[in-house]
Each structure stands twice: as C-alpha cells, then as structure tokens.
C-alpha cells in the first residue's frame, strides 16, 4: 500500500510542496481538498499546530478531530509510536489496527470512512487531537490532492471540516475562504468535491460495532462485510425521543446551520403554499425529486445565477487555483465536472417576494454534492428561510441518511 508521486515538477507541484512546508514549519493550517469536503488541516503530532486548528474554526476543543493518513504504514506507525513509517507491518505477526476493521479498509480505504481506535499509551499523537478522549478517528482520503499533500508533509494530518464552526461544511475553496479568511494563509483549491457529504464515522471497538455519523459510505454497504452485519446506528437525529444516546460528540452542537431559518420538509409533506410565501421578502427553495417548480405560475422573471461563479480569487490568502500536477489532471478534470448546481431568481406576483430557486435534482449522490453549496448560496442571498424537500432515506443503500442527517441538524422539522 506504499506509492510514489511521480508527477513532473511544475507549478502545481511547487504550490503542493510549498503547502506541505506550511504544515511542517509553521502552526498555521492549510485548508486542502479531500473527496468528502475541504478540510483544515495541521500536524496531528504537534499540539501547537493541532490547537490553531480549533482558533481558527472557533470550534470547542472537547470536539475531537479525525486524522488523515496517506498510507496503512504510515498509520501504523503512528499506532507503534514510531515518527516514521517503515514498510509492512510494523512488529513482525502484529498488526496494531484491530481485525474488526480488516475488510472495511480493504473495501473502502482510501475513502469516505472515519474508523475508531484506541489511542496508543505511547503515541506521538497530540492530545489535543482526540480532546480528552482514550479513542480517535483515522481516515485514508481518496483525493489525489489529499494524498499527495499527505506524503509531501509526511506528517498524518489532523483535519476537521475547514468550516467556521456551526457552518455548513465547505465543499468548494470559495466556501472556505468565505468562512476563514484572515485566519489561514492557504488554500488548496481541487474544485468542488466529489461527494459532498463527510466520512462516515464507524466504530467497530464496541459491541456490535456502530455507525456514529453517517456519511460517503452507506450502511448497507457497510453490512455487507464480514463481522459488520449487525451493524448499529449510533447516532440520532430524527426528533421522536428514542433512547439511542448520540455518540459522535460533534452532535450536540449546533451545526450544519446557514444565517437562514431552515424548514425541512421530510418525504411525504406538503410544500409550502403561495400564502405562507407571500409572508416573506425572501425565500429560497431546494429542491430534489418531486417538487418540480418552487411555485407554479404565479411567478414572473427568470434570472439564472453561478452559485460559486466565476467570481473574485481570495485576496488575502494563498490562492492556489486549479491545482492540477500534470500527470493528475485527467483524473482532476473529472473531479471538476461536478458543478455546483444553479439558483433561479423568480419574483411573486403580487406582492412581490423574492424567491430563489435551486434544484439539486432526484440522484440521490448529486443532492449530496450540492447541498452544503446550496445552503450557502441561498445565505448569500440573504433569503429570511430556506425550505428544503428533504428525501427518502429508509433503504440505507445509499447516502440518503447522510443527506436528511445533516439537513435534519441544521432545519426545524416539519413532518
Ligand atoms: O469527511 C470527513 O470526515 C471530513 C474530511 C475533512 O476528512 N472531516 C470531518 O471532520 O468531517 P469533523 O471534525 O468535521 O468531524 C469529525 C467527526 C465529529 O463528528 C467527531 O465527533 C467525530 O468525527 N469523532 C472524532 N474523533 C472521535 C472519537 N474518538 N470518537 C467518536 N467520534 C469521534
Ligand atoms: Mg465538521
């Protein structure tokens, strides 16, 4: 599982090294692409750098941070105490990552899957990290981008999501500038991300093993491996009490939230009516499979706006923009084609409410890429509530549950 990156010298690859300097000689972080979202990451073995990561997002330092790895050696180096990552496994017929977890790095590493393991007594790892827990969460990303940045530092990389905290999660570099900057110097800007939702968080330490967030990796895929197919959801977010206690520590802040009121409409509610509407200066809808317009025809003018446009470079930061090492641009290029999707400007007739309108389409993965975007945009616009058609999450073979978890987070209920 070790690679080399072979890509030719050239800018790109300069402003990947000069990032990966960043990491190791300052405290600052760097905010970096993964396939999930943007992450804002530092050296998960130096408390000082680990500790600037909390400043700049102003997050509570009880919410633990997960760490990115580019490579199984260089995990279980970590795992050994050791600074360095040496091939194979790390004492000869010991493997210090748990059995339980075997088929799921197989099957999803690199990817969008968090694991929980015990915090070695003699790691090199900040204690900042895991925030007073004996526990922490380990991920291998699949952007190229995160793994080269990954082996150019050669440190594993404490990485939340680079949002302010309680934000929606960034899933462009726009977004992150727009939340951070003046408080970090440098942004990896890879486009807008693949999947749009973070990891899932899985820890197979309890008994049965247990999903603490949903995310990238649905739960029917996670059943399907061996030792996993009991699997039990760890996590909460529908309102009927219930006596699941959450897990994730992050779930009891707020989160997820836009300035903007949120109504979730979940699958089988009634859509807003033009009356309730009429109330308003401002609303946004986001809409998936079946609301096909956001009011009929009581609507005139259509204006069609670029959510994350073309618009202005960061001033302040670093920008790197489109950083595309050679031998990866193919592979960038598709990554690139997922675009954020558009908002349509209508005006109420009679009255005269602004209404924007994003349809993020029925595939459940392209509702996943543009929520966090949408969210934001609709901010920008400064609309007074948002409402959302939330949709159908009950099969778990796809990443549905992770799109109605976040939007149930960041929303009032309506059922
Ligand atoms: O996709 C992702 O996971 C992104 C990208 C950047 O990798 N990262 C991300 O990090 O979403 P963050 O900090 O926004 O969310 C980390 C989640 C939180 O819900 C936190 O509570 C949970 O992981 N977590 C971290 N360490 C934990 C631990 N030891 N036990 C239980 N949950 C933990
Ligand atoms: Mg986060």
Redesign the pocket.
């Known amino acids: 599982d070790e690679w080399e990156i072979k890509y030719e010298e050239g800018k790109d690859y300069e402003s990947l090294q000069r990032a990966a300097e960043e990491l190791v000689n300052t405290d600052t972080p760097v905010a970096f692409p993964?396939e999930?979202?943007?992450?804002?990451g530092a050296d998960a073995t130096r408390s000082s750098a680990v500790k600037a990561i909390f400043a700049a997002k102003g997050?509570p330092a009880d919410?633990?941070?997960?760490v990115?790895f580019h490579s199984l050696p260089q995990l279980r180096a970590l795992l050994s105490g050791r600074r360095e990552s040496v091939d194979g496994i790390a004492e000869a017929g010991h493997d210090p990552i748990p059995e339980i977890y075997r088929p799921l790095i197989e099957r999803f590493w690199p990817g969008?899957l968090?694991i929980?393991l015990p915090?070695p007594a003699n790691s090199t790892l900040a204690p900042e990290v895991?925030?007073g827990?004996t526990?922490?969460?380990a991920?291998m990303?699949r952007s190229i981008l995160a793994l080269s940045l990954l082996r150019l530092c050669g440190r594993p990389l404490a990485?939340?999501?680079?949002?302010a905290s309680t934000r929606p999660?960034p899933t462009a570099a726009e977004h992150v500038f727009d939340d951070l900057h003046g408080r970090i110097h440098t942004i990896i800007d890879g486009g807008p991300c693949e999947?749009g939702?973070?990891?899932t968080?899985v820890?197979g330490l309890s008994s049965p093993p247990s999903i603490?967030?949903p995310?990238?990796i649905a739960v029917e895929q996670l059943r399907q491996c061996p030792g996993w197919e009991n699997v039990a959801i760890g996590y909460k977010d529908k309102q009927e009490g219930g006596t699941n206690k959450p897990?994730?520590?992050?779930?009891k802040y707020r989160h997820y939230s836009p300035k903007a009121e949120v109504v979730l409409f979940e699958v089988g509610a009634e859509k807003p009516g033009v009356g309730e509407i009429r109330t308003r200066k401002s609303v946004g809808f986001i809409r998936t499979r079946n609301w096909t317009t956001a009011l009929g025809h009581d609507v005139h003018g259509t204006k069609t706006m670029h959510p994350n446009g073309s618009t202005s470079n960061p001033a302040q930061a670093t920008h790197i923009p489109e950083c595309t090492p050679p031998r990866l641009s193919n592979l960038l290029r598709s990554v690139i084609q997922h675009q954020v999707p558009h908002a349509h400007q209508y005006t109420l007739k009679d009255g005269g409410t602004v209404v924007w309108d994003i349809d993020l389409g029925a595939d459940t993965e392209g509702v996943a890429r543009g929520l966090f975007s949408a969210l934001r945009e609709l901010d920008k616009k400064g609309v007074e509530v948002i409402y959302v058609e939330g949709i159908d999450d009950t099969n778990g073979d796809d990443i549905a549950a992770a799109v109605m978890n976040r939007l149930r987070k960041a929303a009032e209920i309506r059922t």
């Open positions: 993964t999930t979202v943007y992450g804002l997050r919410n633990p941070l997960i990115h969008p968090t929980i915090a895991t925030a827990l526990t922490f969460g991920r990303p990485a939340p999501s680079a949002n999660s999947v939702v973070e990891s968080v820890d603490l967030r995310g990238g897990r994730a520590p992050g779930m």
